[in-house]
């Protein structure tokens, strides 16, 4: 379903058109749309987010030409994140991860003023560049740890709002005899998954401090 941007507004001039990429459930554009910006996530999948008036279910490079301010984008990280490394000969092989970099890269150079990338620490800091930065869902209200590369385009760092505690571990023994811990909101996603799409799905949701500080810090 096809979207239609009005330019005239009888009641309150929206600031700034802003495309998230990649996002399915509406967590970056839900805080964008409190804020009054004319906000729409994209993604192959329905979003879960509650508003599919504000969301395109098809591939970001179908809208991605016309007429944003602003894009916010969070591709796929399955091929590139540096927690999948044991199966990078297999996806260098079948071509699934030079196929993950051209998407990444496409991203990037969109022609879009202001453009953030975000993804896990992956190849893409030596494919591409490092990140203008990293930063942790502890240091904006959520007690929990994953570590968020951003890549920015006219846009600029986040700052903390609210630093609280790092979140509690599940620790537990590998196969191979080794001891070894996990972020627990990441164990709670991987019980609650039913399949690999939906584990994808659950561990690559934003959280929602770093969700609200996207939207403020970078639409002043």
Not at 25 to 38: D, I, M, P
Not at 71 to 98: N, W, Y
Not at 100 to 126: R, T, V
Request: glycine share 4%; proline share 6%.
């Amino acid at each position: 379903m096809d979207y239609i941007f009005y330019t005239t507004f009888t009641e309150k001039q929206i600031d700034m058109k802003i495309l998230v990429a990649c996002e399915e459930s509406q967590a970056v554009t839900k805080e964008l749309r409190l804020l009054g910006h004319e906000a729409f996530s994209c993604d192959l999948l329905p979003c879960s987010g509650g508003h599919p008036e504000w969301h395109y279910q098809k591939d970001v490079f179908d809208v991605i030409s016309i007429g944003w301010d602003m894009m916010i984008a969070f591709p796929p990280c399955t091929d590139l994140a540096v927690s999948g490394a044991r199966h990078f000969e297999r996806k260098i092989a079948d071509g699934s991860q030079q196929k993950s970099i051209q998407f990444f890269m496409d991203l990037i150079n969109a022609p879009i003023p202001k453009i953030a990338i975000e993804n896990p620490i992956g190849i893409m800091s030596s494919k591409y560049r490092k990140p203008d930065q990293i930063v942790q869902p502890w240091q904006f209200g959520d007690k929990a740890q994953k570590s968020t590369c951003l890549w920015l385009k006219n846009i600029p760092e986040l700052e903390p709002t609210d630093i609280v505690e790092k979140g509690e571990f599940f620790e537990f023994t590998s196969k191979k005899g080794e001891k070894k811990r996990m972020p627990m909101w990441y164990y709670k996603a991987l019980r609650e998954a039913k399949n690999p799409e939906q584990r994808r799905t659950l561990r690559s949701k934003t959280f929602q401090g770093i969700a609200k500080a996207m939207a403020k810090q970078w639409t002043i």
